[in-house]
């Protein structure tokens, strides 16, 4: 994979992470921790997608690698919710 690719794959996982953030509204930060959750979004999708035997829509391959977008999104939003979850339960009601 080259520099370019490695490149194109965070600016991609950063969009759906932050895609994935807006859809539950909860923001844990800024461009780096968005393609972070993209990143996370993109396992737990795909993970979520093979147990319930769905089929992988929209992927980019970058580098001989595909990158599923919608997925991706998804996994985000359920990462996202689950730290806005966590974050509530750890701050109480304050």
Request: hydrophobic share 55%; aromatic share 8%; net charge positive.
């Amino acid at each position: 994979m080259s520099l370019l690719e490695l490149i194109l794959l965070l600016v991609i996982a950063a969009i759906c992470g932050s895609v994935g953030q807006t859809l539950v509204g909860y923001s844990a930060g800024g461009c780096l921790i968005s393609i972070i959750v993209g990143i996370i979004g993109a396992y737990i999708g795909i993970w979520v997608a093979n147990e319930f035997s769905l089929p992988v829509l929209y992927t980019l391959n970058i580098g001989g690698k595909p990158f599923p977008i919608i997925w991706s999104i998804i996994g985000s939003a359920i990462f996202a919710a689950v730290l806005a979850l966590i974050n509530k339960l750890l701050r109480g009601n304050r």
